[in-house]
């Protein structure tokens, strides 16, 4: 028999970067569960992975155990990675901010297929192409 839910809770966390400060303490404080036990295992789970934002599903229990997932990072943040850029473009119809290659596009699509709605490589290219059209970074090729 699968054990009570008492919440879930989501956040984005920089990989081997969870610490008890906020965002991530207050949130799981007030369910009552171990704060470092979590930061300890997410930490562990990302430590060979510090330059990517983890977006992470927390699931806690009635008895203050919990299990948490993680996702593929957001797929605005990977293409301002491999864009070189900090942000995306304030205007995005007259000022473009960066440039990202096909190669780069069908990498990511690769990486994010498992959180498309898609499990054709092509639509899933067109699903990031829409995402860096709308950030202001223009792709070659």
Do not use: W
Not at 1 to 14: D, T, V, Y
Not at 38 to 46: L, Y
Not at 94 to 111: C, P
């Amino acid at each position: 028999m699968p054990k009570p839910i008492k919440a879930k809770i989501k956040l984005q966390i920089m990989g081997g970067g969870a610490s008890p400060a906020p965002p991530i303490g207050p949130s799981l404080a007030q369910h009552g569960i171990n704060i470092q036990d979590f930061c300890n295992r997410f930490n562990e789970a990302t430590k060979d992975k510090r330059d990517q934002l983890f977006p992470v599903e927390i699931t806690i229990y009635e008895d203050r155990s919990f299990d948490f997932i993680l996702k593929t990072p957001p797929t605005s943040f990977l293409l301002k990675k491999a864009a070189g850029i900090e942000k995306g473009s304030s205007d995005v119809l007259r000022k473009k901010v960066g440039k990202v290659t096909e190669s780069q596009i069908e990498e990511i699509a690769k990486m994010k297929l498992n959180d498309l709605n898609t499990n054709d490589l092509e639509k899933a290219k067109k699903i990031i192409k829409g995402t860096a059209r709308s950030m202001g970074i223009e792709t070659e090729g």
